[in-house]
């Protein structure tokens, strides 16, 4: 590790058990906070707007009058429009490709025949969404775009938006919901805006799913409502893994893992890389692009944490099993076949492919969505998506013939599973 930067190349085969376990059994952290927030929870779903009022003088330090702050939001977007604000034009711009991203994942419900039965499967979307959005003080628009829109291109009725309690919100933020097409906003963080969202108070229209990034006191509030609401998953701090041959310019790769590192102290940030020179290269960079950044505290910790580093693999086989095994939130692949690299791994959030495709591009205005599965969630589930907002169901119709053809089927099976009735719903058809 060299003075200026919290990195250092380490072997893969030279890793630890403890190293392993650091890299692949990365943690959201919410068991620390989950009984403190069970008790939150709790108390907002039995007091409603009253404990949405204290919570936010205890610990946003901001006596709430009005929660809900629609009016607030569009008066925003107003204000923006007005000025000629650039910061709206980007948020339409990023919302536009967004929207358009999404609408290409609505499936279209689909019937067919085969042998006299006609099967089939629709989706509807469900009628209310809540969004999280962090912030409060801090903009955080591209949060709010990520969310709003894949439930608006589902067609919910009634998708509702979540932020911290500021004494004023930041108006980036409330542009950013309101283009998005929120129909409702309230002003309620933390462990008790996932609360409200979920159960209702006076003030907040209850949902069925609830989604968004968040904290680990979100995140964990989110695991205490899970049954009661749907959730879109438990994420932890942001993640990174970039894959780099001797191709790769060193610099763009460490300007990707001080990017990723900014967001969070507790951020997993790695390079794998088979080429010895372009490990050195990377450490090297990462250290000259630290100093003086408005978060350096911030990307220093998260650099140091025994989660984030840079490998030297033996071959871009042994980089590409431990990029499998890792199952990064964000996949960059920055080598001369990035397409064959990809297709030998399947656990991935999201994946960005060549020199001029960075994490932040997804982040903000590429169009696929940015809310993705942290700590190994990629080997189970995908990141939000239209599909999120979405319900199926099937749909089929027999004829008397083809009911028939299946009678002896059906009838053995039910007589076999003890079902007497079962069997008789078919025989009755043909006395």
Avoid at 141 to 151: D, K, T, Y
Avoid at 340 to 353: E, M, P, Q, Y
Avoid at 407 to 419: R, Y
């Amino acid at each position: 590790m060299t003075e200026e930067s919290p990195l250092d190349v380490r072997s893969i085969a030279d890793l630890s058990p403890d190293h392993r376990r650091a890299f692949f059994e990365r943690d959201a952290g919410i068991g620390a906070v989950r009984d403190d927030v069970r008790d939150i929870v709790d108390r907002v779903r039995t007091e409603g707007d009253v404990a949405i009022r204290e919570f936010a003088e205890a610990f946003d330090d901001v006596s709430v009058g009005n929660i809900d702050v629609t009016d607030a939001a569009e008066r925003a977007h107003v204000e923006l429009d007005d000025a000629d604000d650039p910061r709206l034009d980007a948020i339409r711009e990023a919302a536009a490709n967004v929207r358009t991203f999404h609408e290409q994942q609505v499936p279209e419900d689909h019937r067919e025949t085969v042998d006299g039965r006609e099967l089939g499967r629709r989706f509807r979307p469900i009628e209310r969404a809540g969004v999280y959005v962090p912030g409060g003080t801090a903009a955080y628009p591209s949060s709010a775009i990520m969310g709003v829109i894949p439930a608006t291109v589902a067609g919910v009725d009634h998708v509702a938006v979540a932020t911290p309690p500021a004494d004023e919100i930041n108006p980036v933020t409330l542009a950013a919901i309101h283009e998005a097409g929120a129909d409702a906003v309230y002003q309620v963080g933390g462990a008790q805006a996932i609360a409200a969202l979920a159960y209702g108070t006076e003030t907040v229209t209850g949902v069925q799913t609830v989604v968004g990034p968040g904290n680990r006191w979100v995140t964990a509030a989110k695991a205490e409502v899970r049954g009661d609401v749907e959730i879109d998953f438990l994420a932890g701090p942001s993640e990174i893994l970039v894959l780099a041959d001797a191709t790769a310019d060193p610099e763009f790769v460490a300007a990707d893992l001080l990017a990723q590192a900014e967001h969070d102290p507790n951020a997993s940030v790695v390079a794998v890389t088979d080429d010895e020179a372009t490990a050195e290269a990377i450490v090297s960079a990462v250290a000259d692009g630290i100093e003086g950044r408005d978060r350096e505290e911030t990307i220093r910790e998260a650099l140091a944490a025994d989660a984030s580093g840079v490998l030297l693999a033996r071959s871009m086989s042994e980089a590409v099993l431990f990029a499998e095994e890792y199952a990064a939130e964000h996949l960059s692949i920055q080598a001369d076949d990035d397409e064959a690299l990809l297709d030998r791994i399947t656990n991935v959030g999201s994946a960005f492919l060549g020199p001029y495709s960075p994490v932040a591009a997804g982040d903000y205005a590429a169009g696929p969505n940015h809310v993705l599965p942290t700590n190994g969630g990629a080997k189970r589930y995908g990141g939000l998506s239209t599909e999120t907002f979405l319900r199926s169901s099937t749909v089929q119709r027999l004829d008397r013939e083809a009911l028939g053809d299946l009678s002896d089927t059906i009838t053995t099976l039910a007589e076999a599973e003890g079902l007497e009735a079962h069997a008789e719903s078919v025989n009755k058809r043909f006395e």
